[in-house]
């Protein structure tokens, strides 16, 4: 039984186009935030903080919780 490796049929054009319509959201503030579970203490100011990941853009922001 040999290994069967499939291929996704990506039309990297409209890869492209989804891309530069996210990053046009972004741009105008509407990130697609995302909770990071792992870095939720700033070392900094040493607070629990929330850390928000933009799942387009990867921009991140803190919240003190
Ligand atoms: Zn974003």
Redesign the pocket.
């Given at each position: 039984m040999g290994d069967v490796i499939r291929f996704k049929k990506a039309n990297p054009k409209e890869r492209l186009k989804e891309k530069a319509k996210a990053v046009t959201l972004?741009r105008h503030g509407h990130?697609?935030w995302t909770i990071d579970p792992k870095k939720q203490f700033d070392v900094k100011s040493g607070k629990l903080v929330t850390l928000y990941r933009?799942q387009?853009?990867d921009?991140t922001k803190t919240t003190l919780t």
């Open positions: 972004c990130h697609k933009c387009r853009c921009t």
